[in-house]
DNA sequence: GCAATAGTGTCTTTAAGACACTATCCC
DNA sequence: GGGATAGTGTCTTAAAGACACTATTGC
């Protein structure tokens, strides 16, 4: 039983403040809670899918939301996001390797949680490989892969509508400098599957052949594995090329955006 | 008088977490705070300086820590920054709306705060123009400008070592592809000035011609005054012209670090 | 005068984009 | 065969870096 007052804690205090800061004791401070909330970006059909979950109790009961969740005593903050990575998707170890996290950003405005505690959270970035089945969440909780053409036309609890847009913006820099859209394909990939990454996550057409041969001249980006493809496309074509990554995780150069040069 | 249960917030509990994130009454959670720490930069002597303040009470008293402090119960998170901001510089108004400041990383690893209360730090870089003055603190603090080669001899409190590292190397990363060196010059500065601007904060020698020549190339980084410096350099030189910050805030191409470029 | 700096000119190399073209595969 | 795709070649333009040069100033 641990037993708090809630005084002290007003706006007015620089020296209320300086007082609190500096002692060992528990003090008064007002009800505050540490969450981590996940964008998990994937492509499927030749989109952009977030992983969102569906709300089974108030607030925003009935909501889709990001999966999250409250930070455990014991774990740092990159562990609680593993942790809920890997509830939420229900991924494999396999799969879950090879999939990037990042810290986002962190939101605090206060009464962005409607409840009698100050929840601050800290938003995390996760690029998950093509995943077919539909995930099970490990609650109750309905758990779902949506196009992010579709959570536009959705409310999402929370301010998460906010944290989604400031995920995918953060995608789309990181594709240009990183090596990271090789997250979003499996272990091996070709050509046309990387450049389908950069179109989706971009929404952007690439010139085919100048993308192939700009790839090819990033040091460290791709390497060939030797193998192709056992067919060729769906709508005809030659086999493609196998490659794997090329252990590079800066690009240079950059694979700039065609919408930021002009 | 509010008062708290701290018993049922144990690791086991997916099943528990649950519970309590869905509930609208205050429950059981283990005592968190939340501060905000700032990285704030500036260049005095053709050096990086960062300001720190000396901790006059425990824990960590003596040592030499960032400028921080606890998020007001009615305060959003980049407020709680812009007013430590305030604070701890002792900037006037004028110079402090010509400061720069982003939200950098959060840390909340276990037993970064020796206290028995979870402390979770939303770190700010904040990027200052020249201030000739030493900075008076506001508290019975004391506070200085500590060039980053002094800082390596030190030990920082807490994890600020951490925090301090991650933001020069966001800084360093931001003078790529955005205007903000403008923002550690003061409203009127000679090209010469910004050149050392991306000198310093690189630590590396830049040719001074192409750097003139890149810097007028992109659209929007500066524009003239039509004035000039009223006396030469130092050791000699022309007059200087002078340029305000010309409203672009990426810049279209980068200016790219020499180091990235090999 | 001497040394240092501001600013410009020019040349080479690298990379991006437009376009064309061949080879291979599905149907 | 027809249509689509993989991958390469070539040309133009933009930009980065190396180097040289002139003009202006402090001392």
């Known amino acids: 039983m641990l037993t708090l007052r809630n005084t002290q804690f007003e706006k007015d205090g620089a020296m209320e403040e300086a007082e609190w800061l500096n002692t060992y004791e528990p003090r008064a401070y007002p009800p505050v809670g540490v969450t981590v909330d996940l964008v998990i970006l994937t492509i499927r059909d030749k989109e952009l899918h977030v992983l969102l979950v569906e709300r089974g109790e108030p607030p925003f009961m009935g909501e889709w939301a990001l999966p999250g969740g409250f930070v455990q005593p014991d774990e740092d903050l990159h562990e609680a996001a593993a942790r809920e990575l890997k509830e939420e998707t229900g991924l494999r170890q396999s799969d879950l390797d090879r999939v990037y996290l990042e ?12 409840r009698p505690l100050r929840v601050f959270t800290v938003a995390y970035l996760a690029f998950a ?3 077919p089945e539909p995930v099970a969440g490990t609650d109750a909780k309905n758990a779902a892969w949506i196009s992010l053409a579709a959570t536009r036309d959705m ?5 998460h509508a906010a944290i989604l847009d400031e995920g995918v913006e953060r995608a789309r820099n990181k594709l240009e400098y990183s090596s990271l859209a090789t997250s979003f394909v499996g272990p091996e990939f ?3 599957e990387l450049r389908n990454v950069y179109e989706v996550v971009w929404g952007e057409q690439l010139h085919p052949g100048n993308f192939h041969r700009k790839v090819m001249s990033v040091d460290g980006y791709v390497e060939e594995t030797g193998r192709t493809t ?3 496309g769906e709508r ?8 794997r990554w090329g252990g590079a995780t800066q690009l240079h150069p950059a694979l700039l955006r065609p919408s930021e040069t002009t």
């Open 103 to 114: 810290q986002l950003k962190t939101f605090g405005k206060p009464g962005r949680d409607p």
């Open 129 to 131: 490989p093509q995943v």
């Open 155 to 159: 409310k999402l609890a929370f301010d």
């Open 190 to 192: 070709t050509i046309s």
């Open 230 to 232: 056992e067919r060729g």
């Open 236 to 243: 005809g074509g030659p086999r493609a090329r196998l490659y």
